[in-house]
């Protein structure tokens, strides 16, 4: 498979680690937007993967993705892109005739999660985006549903080919002394910057009201109202714009605790009191129940904290951010100690990119957190800040502006994640060539005449 092998003796490590890294997403914006420009889609099938298939769209869709990542144009590009996508076809092939699987939960999770995504980056309402695709939204949902489990089992396939995979400091070198020096990517500025969280802890009266306000929502359901128009007008969880509140039907350990215990709990048909998750506040409605599976509705409400509750936060922060800057203790270790960012707290509050390290591109950080340094001088710690968190709670923190580099051209000293991230990643891909090499004869595959020029199958 030719045309998948990288080209690092004439590619640039910036080409290298943005292919590697392109997510090959199965309903693309780039058919929505020809969609609504056209009133529909010319699209046709370019591969074939005994039962799967690959669509013209898909191929445009993820060359439009590496186009806006910042890639010159390239044909090569194309056809690596074709190649990925008939190779992920091919891991879901083999992936049931290996009897690989993935949960319906994680299925579930994960097209919730595409779905707010689409919805909230297309900036499209519900009716609008049913217009776009011509269908309903419980249509786009069911069939994003099924691509995703694909996309999904593909992934788990290629993390069991791939996941003795590792490489050494002296691979990284000769992958990196390969890449001629006019091909070297040059980086604008980098920081290196960390946080310390502080969820503001809720009130119990804000928590009483809260419970109240889903009590009254109850007894308009019980009075007849429709569970899914009151969802969507009230709950707080942000799939409910496409599923009314429904939850699918799912197995024991999929949800949390209290939200399955909840569950096995009341009686088909039957609506819960209020009851509390790590998410907040919820009612339930069993929908139906068999074994140790069961299908559920939810309203889900967040009791939102008061002014003292932020101030308490601030507070907090304030006191750590003087213990550090006395240097009592440590900004590392005050953020493993004290903060609630999960994502963050365990690298010592540091924020990282892509391949792991804490260098981060001034033009891949949040705009909050970047005009937040812009006025900073390297070595300050900020006043805390209040903010919301990606999971929508009112939070404060405070950020550690630790170091600037000054733009450069990629080298080992200050690139080796990178360099490592893209070493690690080209090694992987060889892996798979040789996977594909292999398993292809246990498949039919079939590419389009067009494409006879990527080589894919010779």
Not at 3 to 10: D, F
Not at 138 to 155: A, P, S
Not at 328 to 343: G, N, R, T, V
Request: glycine share 6%.
């Amino acid at each position: 498979m030719k045309c998948m092998k990288m080209r690092s003796e004439t590619s640039s490590l910036k080409f290298i680690s943005r292919l590697t890294a392109v997510v090959l997403l199965t309903i693309s914006f780039w058919s929505v937007k020809a969609q609504e420009s056209t009133g529909f889609v010319v699209d046709k099938i370019i591969a074939k993967v005994d039962n799967y298939i690959v669509l013209k769209s898909e191929l445009e869709g993820a060359y439009q993705n590496y186009l806006a990542d910042g890639n010159p144009p390239s044909e090569d590009a194309k056809c690596d892109l074709l190649g990925r996508l008939i190779v992920n076809k091919l891991l879901v092939a083999k992936a049931e005739i290996d009897s690989v699987v993935v949960s319906d939960a994680q299925v579930d999770q994960n097209t919730t999660s595409r779905m707010n995504y689409i919805l909230q980056s297309s900036g499209s309402s519900p009716d609008q985006l049913e217009k776009i695709y011509g269908k309903s939204l419980d249509d786009i949902r069911l069939e994003l549903r099924d691509q995703i489990r694909e996309q999904l089992l593909g992934q788990q396939m290629q993390e069991n080919i791939t996941k003795e995979v590792t490489i050494t400091p002296s691979e990284v070198k000769r992958f990196f002394n390969k890449i001629p020096t006019d091909s070297l990517p040059y980086y604008d500025s980098d920081v290196e910057i960390g946080q310390i969280v502080r969820v503001a802890k809720v009130s119990p009266a804000q928590k009483e009201e809260t419970k109240a306000r889903l009590m009254d929502i109850r007894s308009r359901i019980l009075a007849g109202e429709n569970f899914a128009e009151l969802a969507k007008k009230y709950s707080e969880d942000p799939s409910v714009v496409s599923n009314g509140g429904e939850m699918g039907t799912v197995g024991r350990g999929a949800m949390v605790p209290s939200y399955e215990a909840m569950a096995f709990k009341i009686k088909p048909g039957e609506i819960s009191t209020p009851f509390e998750s790590p998410f907040g506040f919820h009612i339930m409605q069993l929908i139906s129940r068999r074994g140790n599976e069961y299908t559920s509705r939810h309203i889900l409400m967040n009791p939102p904290p008061s002014e003292k509750d932020i101030v308490d936060a601030e507070r907090f922060l304030d006191s750590i951010r003087t213990l550090i800057v006395r240097d009592s203790i440590k900004f590392e270790k005050a953020a493993k100690e004290f903060s609630d960012d999960a994502q963050t707290k365990g690298r010592g509050g540091y924020f990282s990119d892509m391949s792991g390290g804490a260098k981060i591109s001034l033009k891949e950080i949040d705009p909050v957190v970047y005009f937040t340094i812009d006025s900073m001088k390297v070595g300050n710690i900020s006043k805390p800040i209040v903010y919301r968190t990606d999971d929508g709670k009112s939070a404060v923190r405070i950020i550690y502006f630790k170091k600037k580099f000054s733009p450069h051209q990629a080298n080992l000293k200050e690139d080796w994640y990178r360099i490592q991230a893209a070493a690690l990643a080209e090694k992987k891909d060889k892996i798979l060539d040789k996977w594909f090499q292999k398993a292809r004869n246990d498949v039919f595959i079939n590419v389009d005449p067009l494409f006879k020029g990527c080589k894919i199958l010779d």
